[in-house]
């Protein structure tokens, strides 16, 4: 994890903390949902408190949208092909316990990455934000796209440890340790709460 030396200074009024893939379907697939929820949670409600901004991104598909991808596509043509994820259906929608609230950034994507298919880099802009804080599922999915992405945008990427989760621990284990903290800052929502605390 990042040294508390290292610690990037941040204003909480350029800062979002984007949950992403936080809903029904998925969230089963990963060690201790519950746990991780309530631990999302707590960050969710300390960058509240500090004037920061939620997002929200969730994975779910419209008609149009199965009858888009390629069977090029690896990660979705399956997907598609199983119709699988429609937009309306319970287990894509964000966790109650996590809801959105008036205000708070909301898109729904149907990729991986958090922005390669929704308009939240604009949302950003609009709001003056320059730090992401990314929590979510799974750290070798959408997290992982998200950090890339956001990192060659130029935003200071901080990754929650204990925000993200992902079905297999090694790769989890890897990319927290060895991969994402040559692109982002790698904290723990304790942490997280000191940071917003000292801006």
Same mark, same amino acid.
């Given at each position: 994890?990042?040294?508390? /030396? $290292?610690? *990037?200074?941040?204003?909480?009024?350029?800062?979002? &903390?984007? %949950?992403?893939?936080?809903?029904?379907?998925?969230? @089963?697939?990963?060690?201790?949902?519950?746990?991780?929820?309530?631990?999302?949670?707590?960050?969710?409600?300390?960058?509240?408190?500090?004037?920061?901004?939620?997002?929200?991104?969730?994975?779910?598909?419209?008609?149009?949208?199965? /009858? $888009?991808? *390629?069977?090029?596509?690896?990660?979705?043509?399956? &997907?598609? %092909?199983?119709?699988?994820?429609?937009?309306?259906? @319970?287990?894509?929608?964000?966790?109650?316990?996590?809801?959105?609230?008036?205000?708070?950034?909301?898109?729904?994507?149907?990729?991986?990455?958090?922005?390669?298919?929704?308009?939240?880099?604009?949302?950003?802009?609009?709001?003056?934000?320059?730090?992401?804080?990314?929590?979510?599922?799974?750290?070798?999915?959408?997290?992982?796209?998200?950090?890339?992405?956001?990192?060659?945008?130029?935003?200071?990427?901080?990754?929650?440890?204990?925000?993200?989760?992902?079905?297999?621990?090694?790769?989890?284990?890897?990319?927290?340790?060895?991969?994402?903290?040559?692109?982002?800052?790698?904290?723990?929502?304790?942490?997280?709460?000191?940071?917003?605390?000292?801006?």
């Amino acid at each position: 994890m990042t040294s508390p /030396a $290292a610690l *990037p200074v941040i204003d909480p009024a350029r800062t979002a &903390l984007l %949950a992403m893939d936080l809903q029904g379907g998925i969230l @089963p697939l990963v060690p201790d949902p519950d746990a991780l929820v309530e631990r999302v949670k707590g960050a969710i409600a300390d960058v509240r408190a500090a004037g920061g901004a939620i997002g929200y991104v969730r994975v779910a598909f419209t008609e149009d949208d199965w /009858a $888009a991808i *390629p069977e090029t596509n690896k990660s979705f043509s399956p &997907l598609a %092909a199983a119709k699988r994820n429609h937009h309306e259906d @319970p287990d894509t929608q964000v966790d109650a316990r996590i809801a959105p609230e008036d205000g708070d950034i909301v898109v729904r994507k149907v990729r991986i990455g958090a922005a390669s298919t929704t308009d939240l880099y604009e949302r950003l802009r609009e709001r003056g934000i320059d730090t992401l804080v990314l929590s979510g599922i799974s750290t070798s999915g959408v997290v992982l796209s998200t950090l890339t992405d956001a990192a060659d945008r130029d935003y200071r990427v901080i990754v929650l440890s204990d925000g993200v989760a992902d079905r297999d621990q090694e790769v989890h284990r890897v990319l927290l340790e060895k991969v994402f903290p040559m692109r982002s800052y790698v904290i723990d929502t304790a942490e997280l709460r000191e940071l917003l605390g000292a801006a």
